[in-house]
């Protein structure tokens, strides 16, 4: 069995298509390898209002970039090359991620995370929905175990909130800075935009010195 501890911010766009490239690169290239993902949360915005911020606003004060369009062709480009038609312009806030996260954390003992983590981050890309409102979640969670009381009690608990952001603190005291970031067999350890072939490179890699 080999572990991959996958660091993400679901607001991201690279942390959904490396997502997508990790399950394309296991799905074809190591069909018969068991695999268990574990996912750990980064907090790229703590502090994003309920209501989000809009990107494009975002861009220009962070970054200077007034053209967001073409700021989104590089992610836009490099996901559709591995089959995930992302068009960025389809959701232009960034809401507060701790409710997601936490349902996250708490699919682990339900066997569902990897499952669950991208139909999140689909929910929010794909298909623009604001996956800081409970009602949201509840909707994607109700098919990887959660009954809809519990996604309500997960996503509003102050404390699942707390644990969300010590497991962020604590992936940033690890060494994580960008993300995604993958750790293959407690050891290999790559981050950022890679390819098909960097991923698939690690995971052999972690095979072949296991």
């Not at 606003?57 to 970039?65: H, K, N, P, V, W």
């Not at 929905?129 to 009602?135: K, L």
Request: net charge negative; hydrophobic share 45%.
């Amino acid at each position: 069995m080999l572990q991959i501890d996958l660091f993400t911010e679901i607001t991201c766009p690279w942390c959904i298509i490396g997502q997508h490239r990790l399950d394309k690169v296991l799905a074809e290239r190591f069909p018969g390898l068991a695999v268990d993902i574990r996912h750990h949360p980064v907090l790229l915005m703590p502090d994003a209002p309920a209501s989000g911020l809009y990107i494009p606003d975002l861009l220009r004060a962070r970054y200077g970039i007034t053209e967001p369009k073409a700021a989104f062709a590089r992610p836009e480009a490099e996901a559709q090359a591995s089959g995930l038609a992302l068009d960025l312009c389809r959701q232009l806030w960034a809401y507060p991620t701790q409710s997601a996260h936490a349902l996250i954390l708490a699919a682990r003992e339900r066997g569902t995370q990897h499952r669950l983590a991208l139909a999140i981050s689909s929910a929010y890309f794909l298909g623009a929905r604001n996956i800081a409102d409970a009602d949201v979640l509840a909707d994607i969670a109700v098919d990887h175990g959660f009954e809809r009381a519990e996604v309500h009690a997960i996503a509003c608990d102050p404390a699942w909130c707390r644990r969300v952001e010590q497991e962020a603190a604590r992936s940033v005291a690890a060494g994580v800075r960008s993300v995604p970031h993958f750790v293959f067999a407690g050891r290999i350890a790559i981050n950022g935009g890679r390819s098909e072939d960097e991923i698939a490179l690690s995971i052999k890699e972690a095979v072949a010195t296991g």
